[in-house]
């Protein structure tokens, strides 16, 4: 089982939708969550860091249920500029290295 | 600030030979990892480092040494290329007080092809 599962998609949604994506983790001691956003060819950068009671950004609304170990990521009023991949991250407890799950990609259509 | 700068961009080494990827970061980040990604696997950590002299291997360290005598720059040597190296390749910084690890910044990544 990997550490850190994520659906690969794709999900196709219209401009204005909203999106949510979820995230498993295996590690129920990790203590840092985040989620990133990978843009086509690009270097992964910081979207949110995820905080046990729940946190959000403009339209972006990040939440953490530690009792079933998953982290959602919810996306309103999606525009064309959101198309990417994103990418759950956790660090397990006692290790200094940070752990990607393998990416969500989003397609944001007109 | 330039952040965390990878050179080169792009490499295509044969079979059997050696080569060094550069990262350096202007952060003053004392963490510092390599990480491949290919396609549907994510990233995955080859080397860390938590400080000048101290490192440490990840996921996948197989066929790649590193070093860290300065704070700014954490080259990853691979020995012996082979095709299973071809890959993405992204150096990250981060401050990293105690265990805990903050944001990772990334750099813009080497796209390495090994024939």
């Known amino acids: 089982r990997k550490e850190v599962e994520q659906d690969p998609g794709p999900f196709n949604v219209p401009e204005g939708a909203t999106v949510a994506f979820n995230c498993t983790y295996s590690?129920?001691?990790?203590?840092?969550f985040f989620w990133y956003r990978q843009d086509c060819r690009k270097e992964p950068k910081l979207l949110m860091s995820?905080?046990?009671s729940g946190n959000e950004d403009g339209r972006f609304t990040a939440q953490l249920n530690r009792a079933s170990q998953y982290i959602s990521l919810l996306i309103r009023d999606s525009k064309l500029s959101d198309s990417a991949t994103y990418l759950c991250v956790v660090n397990p407890t006692g290790r200094r290295a940070l752990t990607f799950g393998s990416g969500t990609r989003l397609q944001v259509q007109p | 600030n330039a952040g965390v700068t990878q050179t080169p961009k792009f490499q295509v080494l044969k079979t059997g030979q050696s080569m060094t990827l550069q990262c350096a970061q202007d952060?003053?980040?004392?963490?510092m990892s390599w990480y491949r990604q290919d396609p549907g696997m994510g990233l995955r950590l080859i080397h860390y480092s938590v400080g000048a002299g101290i490192t440490d291997q990840g996921e996948v360290p197989n066929g790649y040494n590193v070093s860290r005598s300065t704070t700014e720059d954490f080259p990853l040597r691979l020995l012996s290329a082979a095709p299973s190296q071809t890959s993405v390749y992204f150096c990250?910084?981060?401050?990293?007080?105690?265990?805990?690890?903050?944001?990772?910044?990334f750099g813009p990544g080497t796209r390495l092809t090994v024939t």
């Open positions: 952060m003053n980040h004392e963490y």
């Open positions: 990250a910084s981060s401050f990293q007080p105690g265990q805990t690890l903050y944001e990772q910044y």
């Open positions: 995820v905080y046990s």
């Open positions: 590690n129920s001691a990790s203590q840092s």
